[in-house]
């Protein structure tokens, strides 16, 4: 196979991981990195997912969202199949790399989950009491389903 | 080791996961959950880490954030060291569970991050041009770092 030519830096030590400028992001054992979608209105965390190091470089050129889906293991323009895509405003990285945080505008209807919710945080869990199988989770009753049958 | 009994649901099929109420996180290979801390008031995101089991219990019976650290291989309550620990006034997961939604109060002098800033996500990516080495990350100025030498 072909090398392809870096598209990061290389991880430096910590320091310049952390306080430096090099981006240099950390992807896992499988080649993925986790990457939060958050409203750039309104700062609501929308969707979580991976990308691989292709995603990546394509979300930074495009300004597009993409991701590697790991079940389908293959890669993702959010929204291409439901018309939501993701128009990325801004792009950040955590501290020690290993986090991207996208700032997003939505497309088509405004619904970021393949579930027709605006964000696919729509259940909230009980907090307070022991952890146990019985807790059950409560719908947002302000989140109301936007659209179904979407599938990406 | 003796079995400890079961503390979320088992996973169900993919619609009772997806629309149903139990819950029942979906741990990884490593047996962690990715967790985002968000700002309760504003939604900001603060930072990305990662639970286990016992992490997400604790979280939810002490409303305090508590995460598994993957360096120190170790539970953590955020916050132990630098005095600023998390209070956790909402939970929410996602479409399919292997993603957890912490809002959050910040204790102390509100910095999140153990490099002293409100948030981990600190500088930003450029955007709109070709993926490469000398790409450079830009530091946020509105985002002033607050305090250092912290450890958490």
């Known amino acids: 196979m072909p ?3 870096p598209r990061f830096a290389p991880r430096g030590d ?3 991981i952390e ?3 090099d981006f240099a ?3 896992d054992a ?3 990195i986790v990457a939060i979608a958050a409203d750039a209105t309104t700062g609501e965390v929308l969707m979580v997912a991976h990308m691989n190091e292709e ?3 394509r979300t930074i050129a495009t300004r597009s969202a993409w991701f590697f889906s790991r079940s389908r293991k293959k890669l993702w323009r959010k929204g291409e199949e439901s018309g ?3 128009s990325v405003t ?3 990285v955590d501290c020690d790399q290993d986090a991207i945080l996208l700032k997003v505008d939505i497309a088509g209807d405004a619904v970021a989950c393949h579930q027709g919710y605006r964000s696919c945080f729509y259940r909230t869990v009980p907090v307070g009491a022991e952890a146990k199988p019985s807790l059950k989770l409560s719908f947002d009753r302000e989140m109301r389903r936007i659209a179904s049958g979407k599938k990406d």
Chains 1, 2 share one sequence.
């Open 14 to 16: 910590h320091d310049a």
């Open 55 to 57: 995603a990546l470089a």
């Open 90 to 92: 801004e792009i950040r």
């Open 19 to 21: 306080t430096g400028t």
């Open 84 to 86: 939501n895509t993701l």
């Open 3 to 5: 090398t392809s030519p």
């Open 30 to 32: 499988d080649g993925l």
């Open 25 to 27: 992001p950390k992807f």
